[in-house]
């Protein structure tokens, strides 16, 4: 089992920077493949990135992509999404998640549906 605990998001400008951080709790965190979601009102939840448990594989949507960097320290157990020259359209509910690679796979996956654990969400909202 995995808890995991978001921080960083709030209120910013376009063009600003956040950093999100994602802390877990447990000593397997280097077991699992994690990713960053998001869901604006009356959206979905989407894909935004994703890191292998090594951290030496990563994916991210086309729209944040140049923009986003998804990071890991696993000695710390704390997985970050790093976020630059933010948009308008970037607001939403970002959401860390955690899904256990039992088999050292490295397979990274972009749906939702993949991931077993999931934080309460941060709120990053961008003000035009």
């Known amino acids: 089992q995995v808890q995991l605990v978001e921080s960083g998001g709030g209120l910013v400008q376009a063009g600003d920077s956040l950093r999100l951080s994602c802390a877990a709790s447990?000593?397997?965190?280097?077991?699992?493949?994690m990713g960053w979601f998001r869901q604006a009102p009356g959206k979905e939840r989407e894909f935004v990135a994703a890191?292998?448990?090594?951290?030496?594989?990563?994916r991210s949507a086309d729209s944040v992509q140049g923009r986003f960097t998804i990071s890991r320290d696993n000695a710390k157990n704390t997985v970050y999404l790093q976020m630059n020259s933010l948009k308008p359209e970037d607001t939403a509910v970002y959401y860390c998640?955690?899904?256990?690679?039992?088999?050292?796979?490295?397979?990274?996956?972009?749906?939702?549906?993949?991931?077993?654990?999931w934080g309460q969400g941060t709120q990053v909202t961008v003000s035009s």
């Open positions: 447990g000593r397997t965190f280097s077991r699992y493949n």
């Open positions: 890191i292998n448990w090594s951290g030496g594989r990563t």
């Open positions: 998640a955690a899904d256990q690679d039992s088999t050292a796979s490295g397979i990274i996956y972009y749906a939702a549906v993949e991931y077993e654990h």
